[in-house]
């Protein structure tokens, strides 16, 4: 079982809806078993909280399951822990690199490194628009599947 685990500032945005979305794609094409999908934060801003309210009605507009969620932040030890630990921005890489002290094993990288279009997904606690963060997540989600189908 691979096991992923998507990283923003909070997780409570972004990383939040990375999970979910990626969850229901896997499940819809019948990979549900083949992961274990979770989210964290690289800040302590947001513990304990739920997914912003944002992230929870752009998801149930495009039917994505709203998992039980609260927020919780990344430790050192999550990286021997996961197989991929995929970040939505710069910010979000370097604090990652932070927390593990490096990426020995390659596993760390960004969200749109897996579309043909990579760069930063933006935060839609500041830009205010979840459905371009939305966009950009489904473009992520599908393109990481894609690339983990190959390895199955």
Known sequence: MKKILFICHGNICRSTMAQFVMTHIAKEQGFE????IDSKATSTEELGNPPHYGTVSKCRQMGIPV??????????SDYDS?????????WNLKNILRITGGD???????L????SSPGD??????THNFD??????????????????REL
């Open 82 to 90: 996961f197989d991929l630990i995929i970040g939505m921005d710069q």
């Open 104 to 110: 020995p094993d390659n596993k760390i990288s960004l």
């Open 33 to 36: 078993d083949k992961f274990y």
């Open 67 to 76: 998992l039980k969620h609260s927020a919780s932040q990344m430790k050192k």
């Open 121 to 126: 997904i933006a935060d839609p606690w500041y």
């Open 112 to 115: 749109l490194d897996f579309t």
């Open 132 to 149: 371009e963060t939305f966009s950009d997540v489904w473009k992520g989600c599908n393109g990481l599947l894609d690339s983990l189908k």
